[in-house]
C-alpha cells in the first residue's frame, strides 16, 4: 500500500506501518490509528453500555462484582482463574452474588490486583453527574472538564484515599 | 539512579522490536523488517476455547520466537532469566541497569499505564526495553510508545509477574555476544523457508493457510458467541485492531513482510525475492480491506449472516493467494 493511502494524521494515537514510499521503496511511517481516530467514540459507546448493564445487574443482586470486572475487562473464565490461581470451579463460584461475601480478603486483593482496582471498589458504585444526567464511574475513572477523581494507594493495601478535586 | 543512551525508536511490533533495538545498541545494524523476516515471525492462527473469552485469531509466530530464531540464525548470544521471586526480579533488573545494561522484560500489556487505556488488554506477551531507573521510575522503551518514558514501579511488577497463559514470571533477555560476521544468505533462506513450511504444512486444521480457512468458515458463526449486536460488532471492529493497530507494522505483518522480501533480494542479490515482495504488499492491500470492512460494517451493526458470509469470502481468498504465494515463495528460495 502506498504511503499516502495508508497514513492517517492522528496525533493521540501512534503506530508505525509499513508502506510503499513515494520513490518507490517500502519502509516504516509514522502515523495514526486509523480505528481510533475514526470509530473511538463506538468504541467507548458500546463500553458505556455494556457497563451500564452490568451495573443493572449488579445493583439487582444478580452478578458478583467479580462478574462485573471480568466482563469489562474481555478476560475468560480460565484466564482469570489461571491469574488468581485458583480452580475455575471455585472461580464460577465467585461470580454469583450469593458466594461473593464468602471470599476470603486476601484473594479479593488478588482479584484487585488484577483488575487493577482498590478493593474497595467491589463495595461501591460511584456515580458522576455528566450533561444532566447521571453515569457509573466503577470502571475507569472518568476523565471531566471541572472535577478531578483518583483513587490514591496507601502503604496500607486495603486502605485507599478516594480525592476529588475541584479543578 | 541509572539512564543509558538508548536510540530510542518507535517500531510496528513490540518484540522484532525490542529485539532490534538491543541488536543495534549492541552495535549490530539490523532492521525491524530483516529481524522479523529471519526469524520467520509471519504466521496465522485461529484460536478458540475457554482459554478466550472470544475466538481470536494470531499473525505472527509464538511470543518469544523472534528472540531464539535471531539466536540461532544470526549466533547472537543472549542472557535469558526467570524469576519465581519478584524481589530477586526486580533486584536482577536494577543490577543489571547499574551496569548500564539496557533489558528486555516480558510483561502483561493491561499495566503499561503509559499507553492509552482503550488499546490496553490483558496479554502476557508484550516486551518492552528498560533502559534506566530514576528513583522509584524505570526508563522505559516501548516501541509502541513515541518517545521514552519515566514508568511507576509498582505497574511494572505487576506486568512482570502477572499469572495466567503465558505468564512472563520476570522474564528478561538482554544480547552478550553479536558476531562480528554474519551468513545473512543462509539465515534468510532458513527464515523464508521456515515460514512457508509454518503457513503451508503444519498438520493442525487452524494453523497457516488451514488457519486462514477455518477463520473464514468460522466467522458466519460468531454471532452464536456474542452477547448481544454491541457486543459482535465490538468483536468484529477487534478483526482491524488485531490487523493494525497491535503491533503488525498494517496489514497484519503482510507489509513488513514484502519490507523483509525487498531488503533480503537487495542483500543476497536475488531477483526473484523482489518480485515475491511486491506480491506480499499486494495481498497485504486485500488484509487491509478487510480491516476497513470489519470497521465499516461493525459501526453500521451490518452484522446479518449475508455481511458475514461476505467477510469470510474475502478472508478466504486471502488464503487462497497465500497458499500460491507461499508455495511460489519455497520454490524459488530452495
Same mark, same amino acid.
Given at each position: 500500500?502506498?504511503?499516502?493511502?495508508?497514513?492517517?494524521?492522528?496525533?493521540?494515537?501512534?503506530?508505525?506501518?509499513?508502506?510503499?514510499?513515494?520513490?518507490?521503496?517500502?519502509?516504516?511511517?509514522?502515523?495514526?490509528?486509523?480505528?481510533? !481516530?475514526?470509530?473511538?467514540?463506538?468504541?467507548?459507546?458500546?463500553?458505556?453500555?455494556?457497563?451500564?448493564?452490568?451495573?443493572?445487574?449488579?445493583?439487582?443482586?444478580?452478578?458478583?462484582?467479580?462478574?462485573?470486572?471480568?466482563?469489562?475487562?474481555?478476560?475468560?473464565?480460565?484466564?482469570?482463574?489461571?491469574?488468581? !490461581?485458583?480452580?475455575?470451579? !471455585?472461580?464460577?463460584?465467585?461470580?454469583?452474588?450469593?458466594?461473593?461475601?464468602?471470599?476470603?480478603?486476601?484473594?479479593?486483593?488478588?482479584?484487585?490486583?488484577?483488575?487493577?482496582?482498590?478493593?474497595?471498589?467491589?463495595?461501591?458504585?460511584?456515580?458522576?453527574?455528566?450533561?444532566?444526567?447521571?453515569?457509573?464511574?466503577?470502571?475507569?475513572?472518568?476523565?471531566?472538564?471541572?472535577?478531578?477523581?483518583?483513587?490514591?494507594?496507601?502503604?496500607?493495601?486495603?486502605?485507599?484515599?478516594?480525592?476529588?478535586?475541584?479543578? | 539512579?541509572?539512564?543509558?543512551?538508548?536510540?530510542?525508536?518507535?517500531?510496528?511490533?513490540?518484540?522484532?522490536?525490542?529485539?532490534?533495538?538491543?541488536?543495534?545498541?549492541?552495535?549490530?545494524?539490523?532492521?525491524?523488517?530483516?529481524?522479523?523476516?529471519?526469524?520467520?515471525?509471519?504466521?496465522?492462527?485461529?484460536?478458540?476455547?475457554?482459554?478466550?473469552?472470544?475466538?481470536?485469531?494470531?499473525?505472527?509466530?509464538?511470543?518469544?520466537?523472534?528472540?531464539?530464531?535471531?539466536?540461532?540464525?544470526?549466533?547472537?548470544?543472549?542472557?535469558?532469566?526467570?524469576?519465581?521471586?519478584?524481589?530477586?526480579?526486580?533486584?536482577?533488573?536494577?543490577?543489571?541497569?547499574?551496569?548500564?545494561?539496557?533489558?528486555?522484560?516480558?510483561?502483561?500489556?493491561?499495566?503499561?499505564?503509559?499507553?492509552?487505556?482503550?488499546?490496553?488488554?490483558?496479554?502476557?506477551?508484550?516486551?518492552?526495553?528498560?533502559?534506566?531507573?530514576?528513583?522509584?521510575?524505570?526508563?522505559?522503551?516501548?516501541?509502541?510508545?513515541?518517545?521514552?518514558?519515566?514508568?511507576?514501579?509498582?505497574?511494572?511488577?505487576?506486568?512482570?509477574?502477572?499469572?495466567?497463559?503465558?505468564?512472563?514470571?520476570?522474564?528478561?533477555?538482554?544480547?552478550?555476544?553479536?558476531?562480528?560476521?554474519?551468513?545473512?544468505?543462509?539465515?534468510?533462506?532458513?527464515?523464508?523457508?521456515?515460514?512457508?513450511?509454518?503457513?503451508?504444512?503444519?498438520?493442525?486444521?487452524?494453523?497457516?493457510?488451514?488457519?486462514?480457512?477455518?477463520?473464514?468458515?468460522?466467522?458466519?458463526?460468531?454471532?452464536?458467541?456474542?452477547?448481544?449486536?454491541?457486543?459482535?460488532?465490538?468483536?468484529?471492529?477487534?478483526?482491524?485492531?488485531?490487523?493494525?493497530?497491535?503491533?503488525?507494522?498494517?496489514?497484519?505483518?503482510?507489509?513488513?513482510?514484502?519490507?523483509?522480501?525487498?531488503?533480503?533480494?537487495?542483500?543476497?542479490?536475488?531477483?526473484?525475492?523482489?518480485?515475491?515482495?511486491?506480491?506480499?504488499?499486494?495481498?497485504?492491500?486485500?488484509?487491509?480491506?478487510?480491516?476497513?470492512?470489519?470497521?465499516?460494517?461493525?459501526?453500521?451493526?451490518?452484522?446479518?449472516?449475508?455481511?458475514?458470509?461476505?467477510?469470510?469470502?474475502?478472508?478466504?481468498?486471502?488464503?487462497?493467494?497465500?497458499?500460491?504465494?507461499?508455495?511460489?515463495?519455497?520454490?524459488?528460495?530452495?
Amino acid at each position: 500500500m502506498k504511503e499516502k493511502d495508508i497514513f492517517v494524521d492522528y496525533k493521540s494515537h501512534q503506530l508505525i506501518l509499513y508502506a510503499e514510499k513515494e520513490d518507490g521503496s517500502y519502509g516504516p511511517i509514522q502515523s495514526g490509528s486509523y480505528i481510533t !481516530k475514526n470509530y473511538i467514540d463506538d468504541f467507548w459507546l458500546k463500553k458505556k453500555n455494556l457497563e451500564k448493564s452490568l451495573v443493572e445487574k449488579l445493583k439487582e443482586g444478580e452478578i458478583s462484582p467479580i462478574y462485573y470486572y471480568m466482563t469489562m475487562d474481555e478476560l475468560s473464565e480460565k484466564e482469570l482463574a489461571a491469574r488468581v !490461581k485458583i480452580c475455575r470451579s !471455585k472461580l464460577r463460584k465467585h461470580l454469583k452474588p450469593e458466594h461473593f461475601p464468602n471470599i476470603k480478603l486476601s484473594l479479593l486483593k488478588r482479584y484487585a490486583d488484577i483488575f487493577n482496582i482498590p478493593v474497595v471498589n467491589f463495595f461501591q458504585i460511584l456515580i458522576i453527574k455528566k450533561d444532566k444526567e447521571f453515569i457509573s464511574n466503577i470502571y475507569k475513572n472518568e476523565k471531566l472538564v471541572n472535577i478531578n477523581i483518583e483513587q490514591l494507594p496507601t502503604k496500607n493495601p486495603l486502605v485507599v484515599i478516594t480525592r476529588i478535586e475541584d479543578k | 539512579m541509572s539512564e543509558i543512551t538508548f536510540n530510542h525508536k518507535m517500531a510496528a511490533h513490540c518484540e522484532s522490536g525490542s529485539v532490534t533495538a538491543l541488536l543495534n545498541h549492541a552495535g549490530l545494524e539490523i532492521s525491524e523488517p530483516m529481524v522479523f523476516g529471519i526469524s520467520s515471525g509471519i504466521f496465522f492462527g485461529y484460536l478458540k476455547g475457554p482459554r478466550f473469552a472470544f475466538p481470536v485469531f494470531i499473525v505472527r509466530s509464538k511470543p518469544g520466537q523472534i528472540r531464539k530464531n535471531i539466536s540461532k540464525r544470526l549466533g547472537v548470544k543472549y542472557h535469558t532469566a526467570s524469576f519465581k521471586n519478584p524481589q530477586k526480579g526486580e533486584d536482577e533488573l536494577d543490577r543489571l541497569l547499574e551496569q548500564n545494561i539496557p533489558v528486555a522484560v516480558q510483561v502483561d500489556f493491561y499495566y503499561m499505564n503509559y499507553i492509552l487505556s482503550h488499546e490496553r488488554v490483558h496479554i502476557n506477551a508484550h516486551f518492552i526495553n528498560i533502559v534506566g531507573k530514576k528513583g522509584t521510575k524505570y526508563i522505559v522503551s516501548d516501541s509502541y510508545f513515541p518517545k521514552l518514558v519515566e514508568f511507576d514501579r509498582e505497574s511494572l511488577m505487576k506486568g512482570r509477574f502477572a499469572e495466567g497463559s503465558m505468564a512472563p514470571k520476570g522474564f528478561m533477555f538482554y544480547p552478550t555476544y553479536v558476531p562480528e560476521n554474519i551468513d545473512y544468505e543462509k539465515a534468510i533462506r532458513t527464515g523464508i523457508k521456515k515460514a512457508s513450511y509454518y503457513m503451508l504444512k503444519l498438520p493442525i486444521p487452524f494453523l497457516g493457510i488451514k488457519g486462514i480457512r477455518k477463520f473464514a468458515d468460522s466467522v458466519v458463526e460468531w454471532p452464536k458467541y456474542a452477547r448481544d449486536i454491541e457486543h459482535l460488532s465490538h468483536e468484529i471492529m477487534k478483526i482491524n485492531v488485531l490487523l493494525e493497530d497491535q503491533g503488525t507494522g498494517g496489514a497484519g505483518f503482510r507489509f513488513i513482510y514484502a519490507t523483509f522480501l525487498r531488503e533480503a533480494s537487495e542483500m543476497i542479490g536475488h531477483s526473484g525475492l523482489l518480485e515475491m515482495s511486491k506480491r506480499m504488499m499486494e495481498i497485504g492491500d486485500g488484509w487491509r480491506e478487510i480491516s476497513l470492512f470489519t470497521a465499516k460494517i461493525g459501526k453500521n451493526r451490518d452484522l446479518g449472516q449475508d455481511r458475514l458470509k461476505e467477510l469470510g469470502n474475502i478472508i478466504r481468498k486471502r488464503a487462497d493467494v497465500e497458499e500460491v504465494f507461499f508455495r511460489d515463495l519455497q520454490n524459488i528460495i530452495k
